[in-house]
């Protein structure tokens, strides 16, 4: 009987970004969009918000995190991609389900960009008055 590959996959979303993240048993190595993390973030910050999950719970070693995004700013792709392992490693081990609800890792952003309205400039910007 050959060896089962356990394979966690989640989707994660804030503003327009969309992280589709696969977890398989591995070293700890981070590719995303088939680029190292480091190549493909360039911020500390956003490198920072994207491991979180896998410094709380010292699974940095365990998975090779592969991560496809797309859409919005590199900001919102780190933590659509924060959610997408957080929701995976739920799935991986239960227990840290609570450990995550608390931290706020399993709460998607729910703040969107305001659509622009008809007859304004923007979505709450104004055209300039003019009296005459």
């Known amino acids: 009987m050959s060896d089962v590959i356990t394979k966690y996959s989640a ?3 804030r ?3 969309i992280a589709r993240v696969s977890l398989l048993p591995g070293k700890g190595n981070i590719v995303v969009n088939n680029r190292p993390i480091g190549g493909y973030f360039l911020r500390e910050t956003d490198r920072i918000i994207l491991i979180q999950p896998l410094l709380i719970t010292n699974t940095q070693e365990k998975f090779d995190v592969s991560i496809n ?3 919005g700013g590199l ?3 780190a ?3 924060r959610l997408g392992i957080a929701r995976a490693l739920s799935i991986a081990d239960p227990a840290l389900r609570e450990l995550f609800r608390k931290q706020g890792f399993l709460t998607r952003d729910p ?3 305001e ?3 008809y007859g304004q400039k923007g979505a709450r ?3 300039q008055w003019t009296k005459r």
């Open 15 to 17: 503003k327009e970004s």
């Open 11 to 13: 989707v994660g979303r």
């Open 79 to 81: 933590g659509a991609s």
């Open 115 to 117: 659509r622009k309205k």
């Open 125 to 127: 910007k104004r055209f």
């Open 75 to 77: 900001t919102g792709q």
């Open 111 to 113: 703040r969107m960009k």
């Open 69 to 71: 995004v797309r859409g």
